[in-house]
């Protein structure tokens, strides 16, 4: 499997949203790599993820990684899941509660999360109706704009947003077909997975994707999870705002590397 490993100190593993392709993260990657080690993928029905298959469907998202651990020499490591992300990076704490040493969640589906009208619309035909969604994606200006100052700074944004998504465009056919693996998603008895958790949403009024009260979920399974909002942001805000992003996710890693540091020693 084609693997980014990027910097050095406490690691983190960075599991993609939808759309499974790594490199649309590239700014958060980036401000991460300069203060912690951050380890990346694109998921396993990519042509670009050159993945040797362990398994299948959903399943085969969450032993990436696994892999991905195992091939950077890792037992643990926080695992930061994305928007869809998120159930994958909450399906693997499931199932390896062993190799996690935390777990962020930014902007994440939740368990309970059901495609709504307008994502059924979308999978019905997905090429067909990609013209659409690509219009239909221009409701995120609002939020692209909002993290920067001022006007044209905010187009510009965007228009890198978009050079990004069209340099690594996503298959509209795979993207269907992990909505409906969402469907194979068993998450029964996830609370009784205690480790230190931290969920970062955007604001409110800026999510077009997934609300924050849908990925506040997540802080009433574990209610002892920590919950920040980046502020002046949406749904991208960990490429709209790499910085601000790092300057949470961070501190988290750092302090959940101390602890498994300790565990060590004390074991």
């Given at each position: 499997m084609k693997i980014?490993?990027?910097?050095?100190?406490?690691?983190?593993?960075?599991?993609?949203?939808?759309?499974?392709?790594?490199?649309?993260m590239r700014?958060?990657?980036?401000?991460?790599?300069?203060?912690?080690?951050?380890?990346?993928?694109s998921f396993a029905d990519e042509p670009s993820a050159k993945w040797t298959a362990r398994g299948?469907?959903?399943?085969a998202y969450v032993e990436q990684v696994a892999q991905a651990l195992d091939a950077c020499g890792l037992q643990q490591a926080v695992i930061c899941g994305v928007s869809y992300g998120g159930l994958v990076a909450s399906a693997f704490a499931l199932r390896h509660p062993d190799r996690v040493s935390g777990l962020a969640l930014v902007?994440?589906?939740p368990p309970s999360w059901k495609p709504d009208s307008r994502v059924r619309f979308y999978v019905r035909n997905p090429r067909i109706l990609?013209?659409?969604?690509?219009?239909?994606?221009l409701r995120?200006?609002?939020?692209?704009?909002a993290a920067t100052v001022g006007r044209m700074r905010g187009y510009s944004a965007s228009l890198r947003q978009a050079g990004r998504a069209l340099a690594h465009f996503p298959a509209p056919a795979r993207m269907a077909r992990r909505v409906s693996l969402a469907a194979e998603i068993a998450l029964d008895g996830l609370s009784a997975v205690q480790v230190p958790t931290l969920v970062i949403t955007g604001e409110p009024q800026l999510d077009r994707v997934v609300p924050p009260a849908l990925t506040a979920e997540?802080?009433?399974?574990w209610p002892h999870a920590q919950v920040v909002t980046l502020a002046r942001t949406g749904h991208l805000g960990l490429v709209t705002r790499p910085g601000a992003f790092a300057d949470l996710l961070v501190p988290?890693?750092?302090?959940?590397?101390?602890?498994?540091?300790?565990?060590?020693?004390?074991?």
């Open positions: 980014e490993d990027r910097g050095s100190g406490a690691p983190v593993v960075l599991v993609p949203g939808i759309q499974g392709r790594w490199e649309w700014p958060a990657i980036d401000a991460l790599a300069a203060r912690c080690r951050v380890i990346t993928f299948t469907g959903f399943t902007s994440a589906l990609l013209p659409l969604f690509l219009i239909g994606s995120l200006h609002r939020e692209i704009a997540y802080a009433r399974l988290f890693v750092d302090a959940c590397h101390r602890t498994e540091l300790s565990r060590r020693r004390v074991g």
